[in-house]
């Protein structure tokens, strides 16, 4: 078995993906999710595009596979070709599918084609990605491997039309200054050793795994052992420093944990005493039959006669808000209850300007009202549509909007801070559920609604439509019914 640098892209975002895809049983893989498809999908279109689109002379080897496709790769290097598109190099137990190996003096570099941004953050704040920079640094390994690397200086094409360079080399942070190159050299040797089968990887519980193909049988194996990461926040790093001593959700729930405190500090490293004591208590609401969720600490939430429950869809492959939704609702009266969205009919700026400034007057319109939301994302992309679309409102209008006064994050202000629930996570699919609210599609996810969406643009079905608006009137009722919820605490 060959490392390859989609197992170790896997290994950086989940330590147990590779093992799966190894060893686990084929018969128990879910489905590839919709929303995944979709992305490899974006993924290859973008890719021919940039392709399409270089004017510079480029060697195409995409119509070779295997053994010949290396056999190519290799041959294209020692001719000096300028620059080498889906080539194939192995070395020792590598073996890498780069989209790029460009001629740099004496060497080759190898770059990647991204359809998403080649850096988190912005600015002197941007950093690289580490599951970017790993694939980058086994084809440099190879390369070096084979004695045809030029530097540690590879790169990405991203969907801004950027190269971003990723000096494998740089350190990364101040504090703890990691470069791209030893972040590589641990996966890696770790990768190495699932290989060989002398490294164990159990499966631990996050919100990215509803995407994998594994969600199913790990979530049944997680279940079985009372994983710590069943807890809402419990991720992998923290279980494993306290697995040694305390091993399941049961383990918690029955511990004494002023025995694990001495001071500011615990035995664990990484977590703190009050933060132990959260985990305490969330095991022992979760291992309590018929337990119901209580306030941590008082709640005040702004009154208005008329309140506004909010929430929107947006494509990142198309840098796209297509879908602003409100359900209205009067006096707390139910019976009120209004569904408002204003929709996107085309992919383009114009539309999307659109559909903004009639949300925007539409909340205008029912002043004075609160806002409510959940989580932040709502305030990033009204904040990133107010940049593109100035004349719809000012920076000003969007701060004074999302005031806590007028509007109000049920997720970050409320339920995180003032609450505690007999559930693994905090979603507000798992918190509406638990409070007996159920959506009306089978698999409602707001990935599933971007990939709707792009059936709706290829095929113009109105079905589609309405299935991607009847999620999102969901959506916005499951915030009211949290909020109802929240106040019956």
């Known amino acids: 078995m060959q490392i390859t640098a989609t197992m170790l892209y896997d290994l950086v975002q989940c330590g147990h993906r590779p093992t799966m895809d190894l060893f686990g049983d084929p018969a128990k893989r879910d489905e590839i999710n919709a929303f995944v498809q979709l992305l490899w999908e974006k993924g290859t279109a973008y890719e021919h595009e940039v392709i399409d689109g270089l ?7 995409s119509r070779y596979a295997g053994d010949e496709k290396e056999r190519q790769s290799f041959e294209a290097m020692q001719r000096g070709e300028p620059l080498i598109y889906s080539a194939r190099i192995t070395a020792d137990d590598l073996l890498g599918d780069p989209d790029l190996l460009r001629r740099e003096g004496d060497g080759y570099v190898a770059g990647d084609i991204k359809s998403g941004s080649g850096e988190y953050g912005d600015g002197d ?23 045809l690397a030029s530097s540690r200086r590879p790169f990405v094409w991203d969907i801004d039309g950027e190269e971003i360079t990723y000096d ?75 697995v040694d001593r305390i091993a399941t959700v049961s383990d918690l729930a029955a ?123 709502e305030r990033t992309i009204w904040r990133q549509l107010q940049t593109k679309y100035p004349s719809v409102c000012t920076a000003g209008d969007i701060e004074d909007l999302f005031h806590p006064s007028q509007s109000v994050d049920l997720y970050f202000d409320v339920v995180k801070k003032t609450t505690e629930w007999p559930t693994r996570d905090h979603s507000i699919k798992t918190l509406a559920k638990f409070l007996g609210f159920s959506w009306r599609d089978t698999h409602p996810s707001g990935a599933a609604s971007i990939e709707w969406f792009d059936r709706w643009i290829q095929t113009g079905d109105n079905t589609v439509r309405q299935r991607i608006l009847d999620y999102n009137e969901d959506d916005c009722i499951a915030t009211r019914v949290v909020l109802d919820g929240i106040r019956a605490l």
């Open 255 to 377: 511990a004494n944990v002023d025995g694990f405190i001495s001071g500011k500090k615990s035995d664990f490293r990484g977590i703190g005493p009050d933060t132990l004591r959260k985990f305490h208590e969330r095991a022992k609401l979760t291992k309590t039959k018929g337990a119901s969720p209580y306030l941590t600490a008082p709640v005040s939430l702004p009154h208005f006669e008329t309140e506004l429950f909010f929430d929107i869809e947006v494509h990142p492959m198309r840098d796209l808000c297509y879908l602003h939704g409100f359900v209205e609702r009067r006096g707390g009266d139910n019976s009120t209850e209004k569904y408002v969205a204003f929709f996107t009919d085309a992919v383009s700026p114009e539309e999307e300007e659109r559909a903004f400034d009639k949300a925007w007057r539409y909340i205008g319109a029912n002043q004075p009202c609160v806002v409510y939301y959940y989580s932040k994302y």
């Open 55 to 61: 004017t510079l002379p480029i060697l195409d080897l």
């Open 168 to 242: 494998l080399e740089e350190p990364q942070g101040k504090r703890n200054p990691w470069t791209m190159w030893e972040v590589y050299q641990e996966a890696l040797a770790r990768a190495q050793r699932i290989v060989a089968q002398t490294e164990r990887t159990d499966p631990a519980y996050c919100g990215a795994c509803k995407l994998c193909h594994w969600y199913t049988a790990c979530l049944a194996d997680l279940e079985k052992s009372d994983d710590l990461t069943l807890l809402p926040e419990l991720g992998r790093t923290k279980r494993d420093v306290m």
């Open 125 to 147: 704040d941007a950093k690289l990605k580490k599951h970017y920079g790993v694939q980058l640094s086994l084809y440099t390994d190879i390369l070096e491997r084979r004695g």
